[in-house]
């Protein structure tokens, strides 16, 4: 009977010990696939934050444009308005 309880103690020592050592490396892959996200989440809102900033100085651009230039602004827009229905109805 001894030779049994050896036998299971050492299984049961080596299943713990495995059982640890996957646990500590999952533990460690999922650190790592987080810190990833992480940064791929952090590096994804810099670059929106530069584009709002992008959108909100091209916007400021356009509208000092027309302030400055109504007739050639009115003139642009219904030549644009003239092509975009000329390919819409040839489509």
Request: overall charge neutral; glycine content about 4%.
């Amino acid at each position: 009977m001894k030779n049994v309880d050896t036998v299971v103690d050492t299984v049961t020592d080596f299943t713990n010990e495995a059982v640890e050592k996957a646990s500590k490396a999952t533990s460690k892959a999922v650190d790592k696939a987080s810190k990833a996200t992480q940064q791929v989440a952090d590096t994804v809102s810099e670059k929106g934050d530069q584009l709002k900033h992008v959108e909100q100085r091209l916007m400021k651009e356009a509208t000092d444009y027309v302030r400055e230039n109504p007739v050639t602004s009115v003139g642009i827009a219904i030549g644009v308005g003239f092509l975009l229905s000329k390919w819409f109805n040839n489509r």
